[in-house]
């Protein structure tokens, strides 16, 4: 089957013919198990609330806000930002069609980053407080969520991987490589993708400046591992950038 490249991903979630519950569609095929009988899924669909519009530049949630509900993302992307108490902010992650928003909240009742939509977007909201009485009646469903908030926690510890040990270039092949495989794991291209988070927002999740940004793009097309034209970026030595990112691959001295 051919790819699809992830800029039609838009095109591809956002067409009128979509009436399916979210459960039949992206929630059920990326955010939740796989393998539930049909009558999990009739009862899954009790917790699915309204689907949000979500423009891009707003928030889908911010930082304080009580913890009422999960976010599945139907499609589009967010960016989530954690503000620090002197204002300045620091992006936590970049999040995709088919993952949850709102789990770093469960455990004090309130939201602990801003949520902000990169493009147009929608999610499907989930009542929390519905959805736990019907976690407690799919054991399935409990499991999964147990291993959504391990990945949560793998995530976190990778930033801090990425912000203490890596040099800038490794920082940059993770990233990259990061966004290919879960592209990949949607249906999509994993070699030819559009960023659609900014420069400085690439910069300020990698703890990097812009420059550095620019400097490694332009090693990276030099060494052939990559070709960007605007935002749309294509992978060209996959299997380099994984070696990159794992640092067994020496990069070249960036100039």
Not at 204 to 210: A, F, I, W
Request: glycine share 6%; charged share 25%.
């Amino acid at each position: 089957m051919t790819k699809l490249s992830a800029p039609e991903t838009k095109t591809l979630f956002n067409i009128p013919a979509l009436k399916a519950s979210c459960s039949a569609f992206s929630l059920h095929e990326l955010c939740l198990p796989r393998g539930l009988a049909q009558d999990e899924i009739d009862h899954l669909d009790t917790a699915i609330g309204q689907r949000r519009r979500v423009l891009q530049g707003e928030r889908l949630f911010k930082v304080g806000e009580p913890f009422r509900k999960l976010y599945a993302i139907r499609y589009g992307h967010f960016k989530t930002v954690h503000v620090d108490a002197s204002g300045d902010q620091q992006v936590t992650g970049f999040h995709m069609t088919g993952e949850l928003l709102g789990l770093d909240a469960i455990s004090n009742d309130e939201h602990q980053c801003d949520a902000v939509a990169l493009e147009d977007s929608e999610v499907c909201e989930i009542p929390f407080d519905r959805l736990q009485k019907i976690i407690g009646q799919l054991p399935t469903l409990l499991q999964h969520f147990h291993r959504l908030m391990s990945q949560e926690i793998r995530r976190e510890q990778h930033v801090m991987l990425l912000l203490g040990n890596m040099r800038a270039e490794q920082r940059f092949a993770v990233f990259l490589t990061n966004l290919s495989l879960r592209y990949e794991e949607r249906g999509f291209s994993p070699t030819h993708f559009r960023l659609r988070m900014s420069r400085e927002d690439i910069a300020n999740y990698l703890s990097l400046t812009n420059e550095s940004i620019s400097r490694i793009v332009a090693s990276f097309k030099k060494q052939g591992l990559m070709t960007v034209d605007k935002r749309e970026v294509s992978l060209l030595e996959i299997v380099r950038l994984n070696s990159l990112a794992a640092g067994t691959e020496p990069s070249a001295p960036l100039r």
